[in-house]
């Protein structure tokens, strides 16, 4: 949707110039010359052009010069001039060299530049998933640890998910294979339904892997219920993350894993 949308704001920008000099000055615009300055008129300018339910959140420097990064609800940023008048909503790539020896002779070693290229689009996701994730208590999940632990994964789960009872089928195949599985919770219904319903229960009940597992069979199990519960919590952190179903799965990087791994495919995913 904010696809669609700045991809109709660019149309706007010719008029967005032109009103942006009537409710900012020029002399405004030109005097900054230190940061603080340059992330007050890139909010005042970018301010104009969001969605009205949108809000400014940060405004970060990236690294290329003279840009500056503004989240405002979404994972993905904007990459915004500092003047604040011209804005890009897609992915920024960074070209790395590398000196690498390719030969030699008589003369000496013959050297090449060795191109690597970076998605800091990517990177920067990954950092806003962290930092999301760290809102999100380890004793709010219903752990599944492996013995032989070498990676863990928190996976946002819906009981009445086909795909999601598949996977945890298959739990101790995971764990065997050192995957240690932490669930979180994601009602795809939403809030107040009769999933919800159920994982609310879930957690609090005194044996929450019992209960879940029960759930995930399909059976009707004596269900608990708690003011503390942290489904709507997971729920709302789910969503800022970016996910729309489930599983979803959430590495220790930040990388959204969207859907059913095998535990073989899941294990080849990781170490790649």
């Not at 191109?115 to 380890?138: A, C, G, H, W, Y």
Request: aromatic residues 12%; negative net charge; proline residues 4%.
């Amino acid at each position: 949707m904010l696809k669609n949308y700045f991809a109709f704001s660019l149309l706007l920008l010719f008029s967005i110039n032109i009103f942006s000099q009537d409710a900012i000055s020029e002399d405004f615009i030109d005097r900054c010359n230190h940061e603080n300055c340059y992330k007050d008129q890139i909010e005042k300018i970018i301010s104009l052009i969001l969605p009205e339910e949108s809000k400014i959140e940060s405004i970060e420097k990236s690294e290329f010069p003279g840009v500056y990064k503004v989240y405002f609800g979404d994972l993905q940023p904007l990459y915004v001039s500092e003047d604040g008048r011209y804005f890009l909503y897609g992915q920024m790539f960074k070209i790395d060299l590398q000196t690498a020896n390719v030969g030699a002779d008589l003369y000496g070693s013959y050297k090449s530049l060795e191109p690597s290229v970076k998605n800091l689009t990517d990177m920067d996701m990954f950092e806003k998933r962290r930092s999301l994730m760290k809102e999100i208590q380890e004793s709010e999940l219903i752990t599944f640890k492996s013995i032989n632990e070498k990676h863990s994964l928190t996976i946002f789960t819906d009981v009445d998910c086909g795909y999601c009872r598949k996977l945890h089928k298959q739990i101790k195949e995971y764990n065997d294979l050192g995957i240690s599985i932490r669930y979180a919770a994601f009602p795809r219904s939403g809030l107040g339904t009769d999933t919800f319903t159920k994982m609310v229960g879930a957690w609090c009940s005194e044996d929450t892997k019992a209960v879940l597992t029960s759930l995930k069979d399909g059976k009707e199990p004596r269900l608990e219920f708690c003011e503390s519960q942290p489904v709507a919590k997971h729920y709302a952190i789910g969503k800022k993350l970016g996910i729309t179903g489930t599983p979803a799965i959430i590495t220790n990087e930040g990388e959204l894993l969207p859907g059913y791994y095998s535990p073989q495919d899941l294990l080849k995913k990781l170490k790649s």
